[in-house]
């Protein structure tokens, strides 16, 4: 909710605000802000890694944001050198800003097609030098991932397995509860019967 209202009034600022660079930048810079104000206080993210990236990706974008402007100042006064350096400063942020996200897509890429990625450049050294040192430590690492992903998935079967049996004990006990308490109020009413006709 919150993010998609600061999409919203930045939305708003670059419609509106098109033509004047300086009251365009004051506003962004101020949405950003107090953006972050909001952010440290509720926490949008439950989980604290994604919450300090979404806290540096703002920061890293308010500083863009001002090297910017001090951009099109230079630009304006004609100071072209001084323009491409903040340029450049620019670019680097921008490396800054996008790299833990790439990372984290490489990661995820890595982990989902590790085993391919290994298997061919593990065959492709293989037919160019088998007994090589490296196509060695290349075959022993696949060998302890597989091991590795192997003992994983046997604890993911047992754990499956525990909660099904757990689950299953439970709805168990549940049946035999109400059987019982079935069969103790049948014996209540038979004695209640029992005794209301002894005393007729």
Not at 46 to 66: H, N, P, R, T, V
Not at 80 to 98: M, R, V
Not at 169 to 179: E, H, P, R, S, T
């Amino acid at each position: 909710m919150i993010k998609l209202w600061k999409k919203t009034i930045i939305i708003i600022i670059l419609i509106y605000f098109e033509t004047d660079i300086f009251l365009k930048a004051s506003l962004l810079g101020l949405c950003l802000l107090f953006y972050q104000f909001i952010a440290q206080n509720y926490k949008p993210f439950i989980l604290q890694k994604f919450y300090l990236l979404d806290i540096q990706s703002g920061q890293y974008c308010s500083f863009a944001l001002i090297f910017a402007v001090v951009k099109y100042i230079c630009e304006q006064s004609e100071q072209y050198n001084f323009s491409t350096l903040i340029q450049s400063f620019i670019f680097i942020i921008s490396i800054l800003l996008s790299y833990p996200f790439i990372i984290n897509i490489l990661k995820v890429y890595y982990n989902k097609y590790k085993f391919l990625i290994l298997g061919s450049l593990f065959q492709g050294f293989k037919s160019l030098n088998p007994n090589f040192k490296f196509t060695k430590l290349l075959g022993e690492k696949i060998s302890k991932l597989r091991q590795k992903e192997g003992r994983t998935q046997r604890n993911i079967q047992k754990l499956k397995s525990l909660l099904l049996k757990k689950k299953q004990d439970g709805q168990l006990g549940i049946v035999n509860f109400a059987k019982n308490n079935m069969q103790k109020k049948k014996q209540i009413s038979l004695i209640l019967n029992c005794s209301f006709g002894n005393k007729i």
